[in-house]
């Protein structure tokens, strides 16, 4: 897994970069994208001389981030894409990896400027920050956390379907942390939104960096305690109490949102 730290040593060949065109992620056709590329090979088939964004240490060794050249990219051995297609394909850490490499690269371009003075920033706190010298404004790289939650009814489980359709999935329900509210609270606050019940016993489960583009998952359960479902229209498109073995389609195990439906049903 990834072990996030300084890297201290000169950038060396066998460093292991995770490599990106814009927001896609770049893989070769030739072995598993578990494979990092590294260093050599950036440079020699694609050309690059950038050292990168610092990202810690993958399997014992430096590992960047580092934008491609497009131009670059030859369609009979690498392949660019959303980072999604590797969701699954590849170990929960390899995936962690790539998304934090995506969400350097992301920060960086979209942090270039001070939002404050305008002025140009350049790295500080050894590649974790960029700061600004005309004003002093710091910035880290921004996470959004966000809540998931398997409301439970006696043995059924609440699923919902997101208004669009877009994944064909019936989920856990999910929403982002406002300022100011605590994670228990947004709970509440978003099965009260989305489906219009009331849930107490608000238990922590786990979590999973979500990199589309930058959200930490908070995984929770919760209890039901009152109301009849009545969904949000602009939110989702419908909801139900599902007993094991009669849930619709559900989320990949992979997803923080397959686990908490896993463990709501193999412990009910
Ligand atoms: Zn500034």
């Not at 578990?34 to 590992?63: K, L, N």
């Not at 981030?65 to 894409?81: C, F, P, R, S, Y």
């Not at 999935?169 to 606050?189: C, D, M, N, Q, Y």
Request: hydrophobic letters at 40%; proline letters at 6%.
């Amino acid at each position: 897994m990834l072990d996030i730290k300084p890297i201290v040593e000169a950038p060396g060949a066998e460093d292991y970069l995770c490599l990106f065109v814009g927001s896609e992620v770049v893989v070769s056709l030739r072995r598993s994208p578990e494979d990092i590329w590294m260093r050599h090979e950036a440079e020699s088939i694609f050309g690059t001389q950038a050292v990168g964004e610092p990202m810690g240490y993958w399997c014992g060794r430096p590992c960047y981030a580092l934008e491609v050249d497009q131009q670059q990219i030859n369609a009979m051995e690498h392949t660019k894409g959303h980072l999604l297609t590797l969701f699954g394909r590849v170990s929960a850490a390899a995936f962690a990896t790539y998304g934090r490499a995506l969400q350097m690269l992301s920060w960086r371009r979209d942090h270039q400027f001070c939002g404050r003075c305008g002025s140009a920033t350049e790295a500080a706190d050894a590649g974790k920050a960029l700061a600004c010298g005309a004003c002093g404004l710091t910035a880290y790289p921004r996470l959004h956390p966000c809540v998931i939650v398997a409301v439970g009814r006696g043995d059924e489980l609440l699923l919902a379907e997101a208004a669009g359709g877009r994944t064909g999935f019936h989920s856990t329900l999910a929403g982002f942390i406002e300022p100011g509210e605590t994670a228990e609270e947004a709970v509440i606050r978003e099965v009260r939104e989305e489906v219009g019940l009331t849930v107490s016993n608000v238990r922590y489960f786990q979590s999973q960096p979500w990199p589309f583009p930058s959200q930490l998952m908070l995984g929770f359960f919760a209890d039901y305690v009152a109301g009849e479902i009545t969904v949000e229209p602009s939110e989702i498109a419908r909801a139900g109490w599902y007993r094991k073995g009669h849930e619709p389609r559900v989320p990949p195990p992979a997803s923080i949102a397959g686990q908490l439906i896993n463990h709501f049903y193999a412990s009910h």
